[in-house]
């Protein structure tokens, strides 16, 4: 069944009307791109980190340590796909995320910085969800290894402290559709916390240099930006996303 959107009201006017209102729009609009951009070098100050835990990741190419996930790049950005290992198919928010990375990685690749997907199902079920969704970006599993936990991709002991940085809670009711959608219940799909992030390899070394959760990815969303400029905005009244596959008007 189609979401069912509000419908509100909304002012007209001529169109000198709207090139003024426009116009003072622009001011605020220019002021928020100033910001972003002092809000990027804000992220590229923070200080790195050094990585030297061995982990170990299953992937098409089999075996692979977190160096090899770079291939060959100095840069890495990891997307946590929310895939647990109870889960009988990738989230369907990380998956409408997931969707455009195809697209952009190769220019991105063209540009020192690897994509890639972690998730901390097996990687047979990884390849599989990923087969049915036509998806080529290299994703590993992290299965039986601590990735995830050490950078607060899952709950567990340091899961306050993605809290403390942005990773803000579904509401309950909301959290138990999207766990429907993946064969587990609400408790079992929050076990795992979407987030994205970045490394840097330098004279052999690796670095953690950024990470950010949950809302922190709304940028990245490439559907939102879009609605942002529609005329109804978001107009979310509830849950809407489905797998690229399952719309029944595709």
Known sequence: MKTLLKTKMHKTGTRKEWLAARLALLKAEKALTHKS???????????????????????????????????????LMIYHFMFGPDYTAGCPVCSSMADGFNGFAVHLANHDVTLGAVSRAPYARIAAYQKRMGWTFPWASSSGNDFNADFNFSKGTIRSRANDIGAGDVAPEVGTMIAATTGTDWATYS???????AFALEDGIIYHTYSTYARGLDGLLGFYPWLDRAPKGRNETSFWLKRHDEYDNQ
């Open 191 to 197: 076990r795992e916390v979407p987030a994205l992030s």
């Open 37 to 75: 951009d002092e809000l990027a070098q804000k992220r590229q100050a923070l200080p790195w980190v050094r990585i030297d835990k061995p982990y170990r990741f299953e992937t098409a190419e089999g075996s692979s340590t977190l160096k090899d996930l770079f291939r060959g790049r100095s840069q």
